[in-house]
């Protein structure tokens, strides 16, 4: 496809988006399974859902453009994802895996993020209301999901990830590291 436009560019990244998309409805339900904590299971098969609206969402915008979705592979998608199934491989603690497992969660959500409010801006200006609407409702979903595991990450699963650490047969204790005040 030539990017002769901005019209083509946003085509071309939502094409992008939507192989990512797709790519993630495969994706998650293998993260779910790998996960340990009920909470974060259950973030992911929500999220599930979510993704599944969000392609049709994503399937009305290419309607009302009369393009097909098809035709782009997603290869920054295709990288991630493929980070996270070296995860699903790794042996080790359980609640340090599941803090693994949140930190590519993580790299998916903030590429998504960045993506979605790249072509929310593309349809503002091409005067596509109603996709930039769409569009931005995806880009929320994908900031509560974001926010969703930072907060599991923080109050749960980094908490028992650390504990891990004392739990270590035979290992050495870790000096815990100073607290410095941030600055204002």
């Excluded at 990244?13 to 909470?39: F, G, I, V, W």
């Excluded at 929310?120 to 926010?147: H, M, P, S, V």
């Excluded at 650390?162 to 941030?182: F, L």
Aim: charged share 30%; glycine share 6%; hydrophobic share 40%.
């Amino acid at each position: 496809m030539s990017l002769d436009s901005l019209h083509d560019l946003y085509v071309s990244e939502l094409k992008d988006l939507y192989n990512a998309e797709n790519q993630l409805l495969k994706a998650l339900p293998r993260m779910a399974k790998a996960a340990t904590a009920p909470e974060l299971k259950a973030a992911f098969t929500e999220h599930l859902g979510v993704t599944r609206n969000q392609v049709e969402r994503l399937d009305q915008i290419f309607a009302e453009l009369g393009v097909s979705p098809k035709g782009k592979k997603c290869k920054a998608m295709e990288g991630l994802v493929e980070e996270g199934k070296e995860l699903l491989g790794e042996d080790g603690n359980p609640s340090v895996l599941d803090a693994a497992l949140i930190a590519a969660a993580q790299r998916v959500e903030h590429y998504e993020m960045a993506g979605y409010g790249c072509v929310r801006t593309f349809a503002n200006l091409l005067g596509y209301e109603d996709a930039a609407a769409l569009l931005q409702e995806t880009l929320d979903e994908e900031g509560e999901a974001d926010k969703r595991l930072t907060e599991l990450a923080e109050t749960v699963i980094n908490a028992e990830a650390e504990d891990a650490d004392d739990e270590r047969v035979g290992a050495a204790p870790r000096p815990k590291p100073k607290r410095v005040p941030a600055k204002k």
